[in-house]
């Protein structure tokens, strides 16, 4: 059996025929000059060296069908992934009840099965809050670890490859929660929200909790116009006051270690606005902030060090064996790229973020609507338009043979969009143009803006 790895976590064991069979599956329904070349079979027993060759064959396969637009974004081969992980954690098919948080601790209890996909439990909560079809798509549910202050750290964007109950109940661990956030960077948004009283609840409630863990940052006058407006119970102007606030609507992540502007600084970075904020502390102590654009970010990647271990589990979110980084591609100046690495358990969650305000961005620049983004039951099974596409994170593969060196550093790709070709860079970080996520959203900065 291989292990799939997701995100730098044990996701489910597949067999070489379970991958034969998807692949075979995948050739009948989009034909054979669709779907990439899968590993021949051997009629005799493989060496030590044919299996390590065959792992990075079935790796290189698995990550060109996900980052095909629609062979990654299928039915089938999400479906295929949602089976192995309930097949791999042995959790049979059956009623559950699961509680899933909102910002101010309330818990929503509802009953689904255990093989209903995000999608699916999303559309229970809402059903359960009476939150209207249209506003479905502007919420999303989140991958959460209770911190000791009675924060969350957000470990990832839960997918449609994945079954919620199964993934966060696989991880044996009370600290881990699902708990439901808008999806949506641009306040513009928060309009539509708020036509809808469930909307303007979830919304509110989210507000009040990112203030009260200090997200948001607040003055003592502003914290009295606001003490006010809630004792008043005037939530639509308790949330435009609060949009007007320095970090509102970023998502604040754990305290990390970043090389910009030198080595080894302890950073904490907030992702919104279209933009990673740092706030670095220099080795002497001093405090620095600055801003990312992701216009500005030419390209990016995470990498990952992912123990290989024969054992019963995989490796959780949070453990400090997985070491995972998150590097851009940042132009400083108009002919001037530098590299800037942030060291941190979350990388996946800050690529995703990255990820979302890109497409975002560009469903914007196509005149696009935030409202269509998400759509109804078709045939059964819930489906996004074209315009939301949810990450997509090639799986890695560990290889069966026990005798292969401990650690393996691995890519670990994650697009929403095909790749550009992109050239090579005389950076000393530079790898091959397939281990880039490149950003369609970038743009060259001209003279009037230096």
Same mark, same amino acid.
Request: proline share 4%.
């Given at each position: ?42 009629? !005799? ?22 980052? *095909? ?87 990832? +964007? ?27 960077? *641009? ?19 989210? &507000? ?37 606030? @320095? ?5 604040? !992540?754990?305290?990390?270690? &970043? $090389? ?32 990312? +654009? ?40 108009? $002919? ?35 409202? @269509? ?18 990450? @997509? ?15 393996? @550093? ?31 959203? !970038? ?8």
């Amino acid at each position: 059996a291989y292990n799939i790895h997701v995100n730098g976590v044990l996701h489910c064991r597949v067999r070489y025929s379970q991958l034969l069979g998807l692949h075979e599956q995948l050739r009948k329904e989009y034909g054979a000059n669709v779907v990439p070349a899968f590993p021949p079979k051997k009629i !005799f027993t493989l060496t030590p060296a044919e299996v390590e060759q065959r792992r990075e064959q079935l790796e290189k396969y698995m990550q060109a069908v996900r980052q *095909d637009p629609t062979l990654g974004g299928s039915e089938t081969f999400n479906s295929f992934l949602r089976k192995a992980q309930q097949e791999t954690q042995q959790i049979p098919t059956e009623e559950v009840v699961l509680e899933v948080l909102l910002s101010n601790g309330q818990k929503v209890k509802v009953t689904i099965l255990t093989s209903d996909q995000t999608e699916d439990v999303l559309e229970a909560v809402a059903s359960k809050l009476d939150l209207p079809d249209d506003l479905v798509g502007y919420f999303s549910l989140f991958l959460v670890r209770e911190t000791k202050d009675g924060a969350f750290s957000f470990v990832r +964007k839960l997918q449609e490859f994945e079954l919620p109950y199964v993934s966060v109940t696989s991880l044996h661990n009370p600290e881990f929660q699902i708990i439901l956030r808008k999806s949506y960077w *641009d306040a513009a948004y928060d309009d539509d929200v708020m036509e809808h009283r469930v909307g303007l609840n979830l919304l509110y409630a989210q &507000t009040v909790s990112d203030i009260e863990h200090g997200w948001i940052l607040v003055n003592k006058e502003q914290h009295r116009q606001l003490k006010s407006l809630q004792e008043k119970v005037s939530k639509k102007e308790f949330i435009r006051l609060a949009q007007t606030l @320095k970090y509102y609507g970023y998502l604040k !992540f754990d305290p990390c270690v &970043t $090389d910009f502007p030198e080595k080894g600084c302890h950073v904490v970075v907030s992702a919104g606005n279209n933009e990673l904020n740092f706030q670095v502390r220099l080795p002497n102590e001093q405090i620095k902030e600055g801003s990312f +654009k992701v216009t500005r970010m030419r390209c990016w990647r995470v990498t990952s060090s992912v123990p290989m271990s024969n054992g019963p589990s995989g490796s959780s979110p949070g453990k400090s064996e997985v070491k995972l980084e998150l590097a851009f591609e940042y132009l400083m100046s108009k $002919d001037r790229l530098q590299w800037v690495t942030i060291t941190s358990p979350q990388a996946i969650m800050l690529s995703i973020c990255l990820q979302s305000m890109v497409d975002e961005l560009m469903v914007k620049k196509s005149g696009g609507s935030i409202r @269509k983004m998400f759509r109804r039951r078709v045939n059964g099974a819930l489906r996004r338009s074209d315009s939301q596409q949810a990450v @997509k994170s090639p799986p890695l593969l560990d290889s069966p043979d026990a005798s292969r060196e401990p650690m393996a @550093k691995l890519s670990s790709k994650l697009t929403s969009v095909s790749l550009r070709g992109i050239s090579h860079s005389s950076s000393a970080n530079d790898v091959g143009a397939n281990d880039f996520h490149g950003n369609y959203a !970038f743009e060259g900065i001209g003279d009037e803006d230096l």
